[in-house]
């Protein structure tokens, strides 16, 4: 629990760092829950959890996940099979207008790395969010 909060504070720097607001918890089951240039912590998106949903400034959203794995073994549950279930129902939710996104930390196994981003899944790594604010600038 102690890495995860360490995570999700860490993409939340990131975040206000681009301009972004944080806002309390809250249901997401349309774009009009969430602003664009607000995020806010753990909430249900379309009945699943989110470790942290950001409104983005282009009319979308980034659902981020924020993950730990100690294990190659473990890292399939926590990536392959939690997250990109998760992203097949915010995906049929929103209408493909979500990007699901993973922060990762840990030892995750390249190949279930690989099979995630090929279901639609942003990786970035707990060690460097520099990409993460590389596509909150790209994406507006």
């Not at 030892?107 to 590389?134: C, K, M, T």
């Given at each position: 629990?102690?890495?995860?909060?360490?995570?999700?504070?860490?993409?939340?720097?990131?975040?206000?760092?681009?301009?972004?607001?944080?806002?309390?918890?809250?249901?997401?089951?349309?774009?009009?829950?969430?602003?664009?240039?607000?995020?806010?912590?753990?909430?249900?998106?379309?009945?699943?959890?989110?470790?942290?949903?950001?409104?983005?400034?282009?009319?979308?959203?980034?659902?981020?996940?924020?993950?730990?794995?100690?294990?190659?073994?473990?890292?399939?549950?926590?990536?392959?099979?939690?997250?990109?279930?998760?992203?097949?129902?915010?995906?049929?939710?929103?209408?493909?207008?979500?990007?699901?996104?993973?922060?990762?930390?840990?030892?995750?196994?390249?190949?279930?790395?690989?099979?995630?981003?090929?279901?639609?899944?942003?990786i970035f790594w707990e060690h460097d969010l520099a990409p993460l604010g590389a596509f909150l600038d790209e994406v507006g």
């Amino acid at each position: 629990i102690v890495w995860a909060r360490r995570q999700e504070a860490a993409v939340a720097a990131v975040l206000v760092s681009r301009g972004y607001a944080q806002v309390k918890r809250r249901r997401i089951g349309s774009f009009a829950d969430l602003p664009t240039g607000m995020f806010c912590p753990e909430s249900l998106v379309f009945g699943q959890k989110s470790d942290v949903p950001v409104g983005l400034r282009n009319g979308r959203y980034l659902l981020l996940e924020c993950k730990v794995s100690g294990s190659e073994v473990n890292s399939f549950k926590r990536l392959n099979h939690e997250t990109v279930n998760k992203r097949d129902t915010w995906e049929r939710g929103f209408a493909a207008q979500a990007y699901t996104g993973a922060v990762l930390g840990g030892v995750f196994r390249p190949s279930n790395v690989l099979a995630a981003q090929e279901r639609g899944v942003y990786i970035f790594w707990e060690h460097d969010l520099a990409p993460l604010g590389a596509f909150l600038d790209e994406v507006g």
